[in-house]
């Protein structure tokens, strides 16, 4: 949790007036090494991660938990990447070309909707 709450706290510090944001990685049901696999282990660790961007005041992309519209309807990102069948992985954490194409437009999306400092402080 330190780790977090510091690396949230140099961002705002060093870089005042850039866009700032957090990514809340997407579930990993087929890992086997670490804690990845787990997932109320890495809710744990991703609830924490949520807090500390509350107290810093910094947006995150919850990859995890959240959801996005797809093809006109709301749909989980772990659903987006269909993370229990692997389908748009190259290894058991890691996306393959098919996974980045699949999420990158949620990205960029979410990167342009990021507020400048002044706009996150009111």
Request: charged share 25%; glycine share 8%.
């Amino acid at each position: 949790a330190g780790a977090v709450e510091y690396a949230l706290s140099l961002a705002a510090e060093q870089w005042p007036d850039a866009r700032i944001g957090f990514i809340i990685s997407y579930d990993t049901p087929q890992d086997t090494k670490g804690i990845r696999g787990n997932h109320e282990a890495c809710a744990e660790y991703w609830a924490m991660a949520r807090a500390a961007c509350g107290k810093w005041g910094v947006p995150y992309l919850d990859l995890f938990e959240g959801s996005a519209l797809f093809e006109g309807r709301e749909v989980a990102y772990s659903q987006l990447l269909e993370v229990e069948k692997g389908a748009y992985f190259s290894d058991t954490v890691h996306l393959s070309e098919q996974g980045y194409q699949r999420l990158c437009p949620f990205l960029a999306e979410w990167m342009q909707s990021l507020p400048q400092r002044e706009e996150r402080e009111k």
